[in-house]
């Protein structure tokens, strides 16, 4: 398991180092310039292993690996586009660029479905920084080592993480709350350590937020999951990187203490599963006896393909991981540039799902994160002369909430949950209707917030 000698380096590139890469130089001025304006925005950071052998270079702007890293003018709506691309390129105003790009990003939703107002939970009346509570049995712990990526995706729902917006940014210093917290929760079963992206840390630092979670009094914590897009990004990170061995080493001891490691790996494209050396690092993986399940959102530009997600599902179960979800892009960030209408992403899921075996049909879609949980579209039917989205959750803030069917007038335009209306004349969905009762408003906590959170805050009694 010693790595090569001649393993290469990780090489980042920012806006400030981009122009040193050697593909700079066959974009066309016009991408080169939206490039560095998006940047301004919305985090962007990509590697040579990206650049050399994801991104087929000949296909740019198309190539969906480059749609998925670098900057496009319609991420913003036009007139703030060209006001952001003046201050940036012609007037160069570092104050008054500061204050456009703090504007734009405050009016892209940052943080969406409650995860500042709602999801943070308390110990003895404080809130926990670092830690979401949003479903029961699962709690997410965000490491303050592992709030980066060892590249950037332009549509990630979590982009506040990375553009330096403290008071937005989920980070904790150390597990020492958390494993306070979950001595208290014994309902707990799963932590997810999340970023960013934690396998960006060296693996000594892994260990420091893995060890306390295997002590006796958390036996009640049996799954571990670490989400990443390492093995997209930088596959070496499992092969050569100098502390890989290490880092396999210490997946290995999660299993010898009798608790599941679950990777739950990011990707978006079958080009990410191509490459010799990210089927390597997946046989290295299954080794330490982690499981590997993938998840993507479905991102216009990116994966709108059904043979997409067709080969991506199947070269992943050959290699043996287990498809896990297809979720819509959320509305946060640019989403008006990466959404397609949830009838279209249905479609696109129903005829990937139907030309792949059973092994891959482990996976649920399309999935959509929403301020009460994970609703999943089901269906479109005809039921009572109306057309209908059938719904259900598939998690919810509300346990009793889960795999209750419900329907949504069909909309062809609609692209996000809140954009629903309930079928065959009802005022409300039936989780708004009880968020009024007193159980409810235990669960869904009544404070402000936006957009769909509003729907479902309890009202007077």
Not at 65 to 71: A, D, H, K, N, S
Not at 185 to 212: F, K, Q, W, Y
Not at 287 to 299: D, E, I, M, N
Not at 396 to 405: E, H, L
Request: aromatic share 10%; with cysteine; hydrophobic share 40%.
């Amino acid at each position: 398991m010693t790595p090569p000698t001649s393993a290469p380096k990780f090489r980042p590139y920012t806006r400030h180092t981009i122009s040193t890469a050697p593909q700079w130089r066959q974009l066309d001025p016009a991408l080169r310039e939206a490039t560095l304006v998006m940047a301004r925005v919305l985090p962007f950071r990509t590697n040579a292993y990206v650049l050399d052998e994801l991104i087929d270079w000949q296909r740019v702007p198309d190539d969906p690996i480059y749609r998925l890293c670098f900057g496009h003018p319609d991420m913003l709506p036009e007139p703030d586009y060209h006001r952001l691309r003046k201050l940036v390129l012609q007037q160069r105003d570092e104050a008054a660029i500061e204050q456009e790009v703090h504007r734009l990003r405050l009016a892209m939703n940052p943080h969406p479905g409650g995860q500042m107002t709602h999801n943070v939970p308390s110990l003895d009346g404080e809130p926990v920084p670092g830690i979401q509570h949003k479903y029961r049995e699962t709690v997410l712990f965000f490491p303050s080592a592992g709030q980066s990526c060892h590249a950037y995706c332009s549509f990630c729902f979590r982009w506040p993480q990375f553009v330096g917006m403290q008071a937005l940014k989920f980070s904790a210093p150390d597990t020492t709350q958390l494993v306070t917290y979950l001595r208290r929760h014994p309902e707990v079963s799963d932590v997810l350590i999340t970023g960013g992206d934690p396998l960006v840390m060296g693996a000594a630092a892994l260990a420091r937020c893995i060890e306390p979670l295997l002590i006796p009094e958390l036996s009640h914590v049996q799954n571990i999951r670490i989400g990443t897009k390492a093995l997209a990004w930088w596959p070496h990170r499992f092969v050569s990187d100098p502390d890989a061995d290490e880092l396999l080493r210490l997946f290995e001891r999660v299993a010898a203490c009798g608790r599941h490691l679950a990777l739950m790996v990011h990707l978006s494209h079958p080009a990410e599963l191509r490459p010799a050396i990210a089927q390597q690092a997946m046989a290295r993986l299954r080794a330490t006896g982690a499981t590997l399940r993938l998840q993507a959102p479905l991102v216009r530009h990116v994966n709108e393909a059904p043979e997409d997600w067709v080969e991506l599902w199947s070269t992943g179960v050959r290699l043996g991981a287990i498809p896990y979800y297809l979720f819509i892009e959320r509305d946060t960030g640019a989403s008006d540039y990466f959404s397609l209408p949830l009838a279209r992403a249905h479609a696109i899921f129903q005829a990937a799902y139907r030309s792949v075996s059973g092994l891959a049909r482990t996976v649920r879609g399309p999935s959509m994160s929403t301020f009460a949980g994970k609703v999943l579209i089901d269906g479109i039917a005809t039921l009572a002369g109306e057309p209908v989205f059938a719904l259900q959750f598939l998690q919810a803030r509300n346990a009793d909430w889960v795999r209750r069917p419900f329907y949504a007038r069909f909309d062809a335009a609609a692209t996000w949950f809140d954009q629903l209306k309930p079928a065959f004349g009802e005022p409300r969905f039936f989780f708004e209707a009880e968020g009024r009762s007193s159980t409810a408003a235990r669960i869904v906590p009544l404070r402000a917030e936006p957009r769909e959170a509003a729907r479902l805050t309890p009202g007077p009694h």
